[in-house]
């Protein structure tokens, strides 16, 4: 069975940091791409950050960069997303997704974790 469970959102004030995790299970984690996307209300969902499997390649959404730090430990099947200096525009339910391309193709996505940035 596959999962992936997102924790380590809530509310934070503008200018802080938080730090989200996602574990998972039910894959080969270490030969799947790991990304990390938001989506707003009334929004579509945006892509922030992407990590290969070997973490060689980090991509970020350049609303991002320099703020956001996406990292993976693959003994431990878990994917981080290290958010400092949040904005109120950064408030959005945050998703791990794991993707393989190629033979073995899958696409899995967790349920999502809430995070708000307000005074």
């Known amino acids: 069975q596959v999962q992936l469970v997102e924790s380590g959102g809530g509310l934070v004030q503008p200018g802080g940091s938080l730090r989200l995790s996602c574990a998972a299970s039910?894959?080969?984690?270490?030969?799947?791409?790991m990304k990390w996307y938001r989506q707003a209300p009334g929004k579509e969902r945006e892509l922030v950050a992407t990590i290969s499997y070997g973490s060689v390649i980090r991509n970020y959404a350049d609303s991002v960069k320099g703020r956001f730090t996406i990292s993976r430990v693959n003994t431990k099947n878990t994917v981080y997303l290290q958010m400092n200096s949040l904005r109120p525009e950064d408030t959005a339910v945050y998703y791990c997704?794991?993707?393989?391309?190629?033979?073995?193709?899958?696409?899995?996505w967790g349920q999502g974790t809430q995070v708000t940035v307000s005074s």
């Open positions: 997704n794991a993707v393989q391309t190629g033979l073995y193709k899958f696409d899995y």
């Open positions: 039910g894959f080969i984690f270490s030969s799947a791409m």
